[in-house]
């Protein structure tokens, strides 16, 4: 089998480089090792900025996006007992949007523009420093197949083949800390994000719909889920993210998912060996703390697309030769964006770290310079930055 693209993954950054590529007229076929189902079902991001609601409403995939999503003018910061609202409007004109990552990938599939073989095993990448490169792997039915591209797509994710297949340096930081997540079936008690510093630990009250929350607790590493009941959960919710505090309330609701996420920075560099190029979590992962990593995928693809029609169409690889000094621009912003809010909000056990981080807190709260910054980043820079 030959195409033009192989794309190794069918999370958000392969099926949305695939949907982009057919636009630009260049064809791509795409492995995923699991179902369909499994796919469009992981419980993942929430956050879209500015610039990746406007890139997939221009290619045709806003439609449900503006209809049910939910756009917010801002975030809350709450410290100290007090709660302190950011208008990312005022401040950087930009707005950003609750839609889940779940129905970014519906509406991927339903758009129809990736050929997806999904079920595949032992994806593997060969010939990647040639002009012929290839995939081989077993299909759905463990018969053996083999891919010949013009190019190669890692989007597989930070466990995929496609990493392994490019020698580069990576950098890395590992929190002592993960968030306990949970999904409950409860209206959210708050019309925008509220981020918690508490002495307790970090708390995020998000949510899905107007029916959904989603709610995360600071935790420390290795911590088993089935060691929170729903009950302590929904009372350190209060308490972290101020329950009482002029008036507020949380309302608890049936919990439908818990589950525990550890934390970490990483970044891969450079983001292309040979003709593989690596995309999304692939290529870096940042704590979840700056919504950053779905939004980082979407930019990724925006640039590979480009570069990659460029040079398959039209024989003009100055863009795919640029590629990854263009996206790792954008990933060391967000990078730093994601620990600086990471190291902000979660507490060390370290009373000094405590101090600097009220400290940051209060100037970020008061200061238009340091809330225009937090906005500037949160709210999301223009693609191509
Ligand atoms: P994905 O989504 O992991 O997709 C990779 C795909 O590759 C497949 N795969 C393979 N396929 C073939 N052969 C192999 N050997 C393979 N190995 C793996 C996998 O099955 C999968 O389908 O990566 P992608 O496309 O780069 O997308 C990245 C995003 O999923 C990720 O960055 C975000 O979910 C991160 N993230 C958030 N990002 C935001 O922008 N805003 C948020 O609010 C936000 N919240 C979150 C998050 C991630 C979370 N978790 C669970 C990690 C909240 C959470 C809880
Ligand atoms: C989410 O809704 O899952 C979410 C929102 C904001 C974050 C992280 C996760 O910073």
Redesign the pocket.
């Known amino acids: 089998m030959r195409t033009q693209v192989a794309i190794?993954?069918?999370?958000?950054?392969?099926l949305l480089l695939s949907h982009l590529l057919t636009r630009g007229g260049v064809d791509s076929v795409v492995?995923?090792?699991?179902s369909q189902e499994y796919?469009a079902s992981r419980i993942?991001?929430?956050?879209l900025e500015q610039s990746s609601v406007d890139l997939l409403t221009e290619v045709g995939l806003g439609d449900r996006l503006r209809a049910e999503g939910d756009e917010h003018r801002g975030i809350y910061l709450n410290f100290a007992g007090e709660r302190h609202h950011l208008d990312f409007v005022d401040l950087t004109g930009r707005t950003v949007w609750v839609y889940g990552?779940t129905e970014v990938q519906k509406d991927l599939v339903a758009a129809g523009t990736a050929d997806v073989r999904y079920e595949?095993t032992e994806?593997a990448l060969h010939d990647v420093e040639s002009d012929k490169p290839y995939v081989t792997y077993l299909d759905a039915d463990g018969v053996a197949q083999r891919l010949d591209a013009g190019a190669i797509a890692g989007?597989?994710?930070s466990?995929?083949?496609s990493r392994q297949a490019v020698p580069s340096e990576h950098f890395e930081r590992v929190y002592p800390y993960s968030w306990l997540?949970i999904l409950a079936d409860v209206g959210p008690s708050t019309d925008e994000l509220i981020y918690a510093w508490h002495p307790n630990g970090f708390a995020l009250h998000s949510m899905r719909s107007p029916t959904v929350s989603r709610l995360y607790l600071q935790v420390p590493n290795g911590t088993d889920p089935a060691s929170w009941s729903d009950e302590r959960i929904w009372e350190e919710l209060a308490v972290r993210l101020g329950h009482g505090q002029d008036g507020w309330k949380l309302t608890p609701g049936p919990i439908t998912d818990k589950s525990v996420?550890p934390m970490r920075s990483y970044v891969q560099t450079p983001m292309r060996h040979g003709r593989v190029f690596l995309a999304?979590?692939?290529a870096h992962i940042v704590p979840?703390t700056g919504?950053?990593?779905?939004?980082l995928?979407i930019a990724d693809v925006t640039l590979l697309s480009k570069a990659l029609v460029d040079w398959l169409r039209a024989g003009d690889s100055t863009a795919a030769d640029a590629y990854s000094d263009d996206a790792l621009r954008r990933v060391w912003r967000c990078t730093h964006f994601s620990w600086w809010m990471t190291t902000m909000l979660h507490t060390s056990g370290d009373p000094f770290d405590a101090q600097l981080q009220l400290s940051q807190l209060r100037w970020v709260t008061s200061s238009n310079a340091g809330a225009t910054g937090l906005a500037e980043n949160y709210a999301g820079l223009p693609i191509g930055f």
Do not use: Y
């Open positions: 190794i993954g069918a999370g958000p950054a392969g492995l995923e090792t699991r796919v993942r991001a929430g956050i990552q595949v994806v989007c597989d994710g466990f995929g083949p997540g996420l999304g979590d692939a979840p919504a950053k990593g779905l939004n995928a």
